[in-house]
């Protein structure tokens, strides 16, 4: 069964910042752009990079190991399409980012 759970304070990430959350024993990508919270699957589907440590850039995180480019806001792989990672709706509620699991 799905459910939200709180993963980071919405504060600790500005605009064009991201990092890896780990909750329930899963990794997520998280990531502020502008403004709005976006959550992937954080292990890059090339060779298992984490893209929450990656660069975000127009709208993309470039994978930090090999830069393999992913469309933040949908998980589409650019530099593979039939690559993607997960992308999980998220949503902020009293100053925290929650992430659908
Ligand atoms: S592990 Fe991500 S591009 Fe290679």
Not at 3 to 15: E, H, K, N, Q
Request: aromatic share 8%; glycine share 12%.
């Amino acid at each position: 069964m799905k459910a939200f759970v709180s993963v980071a304070d919405a504060s600790s990430l500005a605009p064009g910042q991201g990092r890896t959350v780990e909750v329930r024993g899963r990794k997520f990508a998280l990531w502020n752009v502008d403004g709005q919270f976006f959550a992937l699957d954080d292990d890059c589907p090339h060779r298992g990079g984490p893209l929450g440590a990656g660069v975000l850039e127009d709208g993309k995180v470039y994978c930090p190991l090999h830069g393999w480019a992913f469309d933040a806001k949908t998980g589409a792989c650019l530099s593979n399409p039939a690559r993607p990672v997960a992308c999980h709706p998220t949503r902020v509620q009293d100053g925290q980012v929650w992430i659908e699991i």
